[in-house]
């Protein structure tokens, strides 16, 4: 029997969820998604149009159950909802900051709550996302969540205190340097190159380079050694700083 889910917001990760699911051809009896405002839906409904637009009270009493919310709406909003939740349901917040604690004292009798912290790289199937579970979750249900959630990519297991720093190494993480690939892109058309051989230079080069980072067995300063001539290797003290400054500032903020 197909399981039927539930969104509550049917935001950016509720769309790469989706691809995900669709791209691994996963199943559901019923997809319900609530939100705020309506043209989210009608944009999520042009690219899955299975998805029914329901109340949140019909988003909240599936089997398994999504808060696809940011964090200051997530306390009141399930307090709104906290007598639509059934017991036995499966729910999961896709939220960093909101812990378990939390969600539990405003979601009374149910068990199965997990937390998530989802990554844009699911909407290829190449996820990697770390989630926790409640004590008391049920083991069967826990190895059908598990199970549904391999199909987005490397999902397993934290402690919730490392969550948050999932959210700031892998979650953001291709924030970092998205742009930097795009613009890079830009200069290989301008030195010569054919877009689909600038495009193949940066992605050949970066996953060597990671390679080779992490996998040669070298020291981090022996392999930035390698390679002699660094055209921007004076502005990498600034680049450190920035790094620093706004990522352990953002990490403070999205603490529980």
């Known amino acids: 029997m197909k399981n039927s889910i539930g969104f509550i917001g049917a935001g950016r990760v509720v769309r790469i969820l989706l691809q995900g699911f669709k791209n691994k051809n996963v ?3 019923k997809i319900m998604v609530s939100d705020t405002n309506p ?3 009608t944009k999520l409904k042009q690219q899955f149009p299975e998805v029914e637009q329901v109340e949140a009270s019909a988003a909240a009493s599936q089997e398994i159950v999504f ?4 964090p200051p709406v997530i306390m009141d909003t399930l307090e709104s909802l906290k007598d639509h939740f059934m017991q036995n349901s499966t729910v999961v917040s896709l939220a960093p900051k909101i812990n378990l604690q939390k969600l539990s004292s405003k979601l009374e009798g149910v068990k199965n709550i997990a937390r998530l912290i989802p990554n844009a790289t699911s909407y290829i199937n190449e996820g990697y996302n ?3 579970l409640a004590g008391g979750f049920d083991p069967g249900l826990k190895k059908s969540l598990m199970s549904l959630l391999g199909n987005l990519g490397y999902t397993f297991e934290v ?3 490392k969550l948050e720093s999932y959210a700031i190494m892998s979650a953001m993480l291709p924030t970092y340097f998205w742009f930097q690939w795009r613009e890079l892109g830009e200069i290989g058309l301008k030195t010569g190159l054919t877009k689909d051989e600038s495009e193949q230079a940066i992605y050949q080069s970066v996953v060597a380079g990671l390679d ?4 040669s067995g070298l020291a981090p300063a022996e392999v930035i050694d390698l390679i002699p001539v660094k055209p921007i290797g004076e502005h990498e003290g600034q680049i450190a700083e920035i790094y620093t400054s706004k990522l352990l500032g953002l990490f403070e903020k999205i603490k529980p």
């Open 27 to 29: 199943q559901f009896g």
């Open 159 to 161: 402690p919730e205190e």
């Open 67 to 70: 808060i696809a919310l940011h």
């Open 39 to 41: 043209d989210v839906i």
């Open 130 to 132: 770390p989630v926790t």
């Open 212 to 215: 080779l980072f992490y996998k």
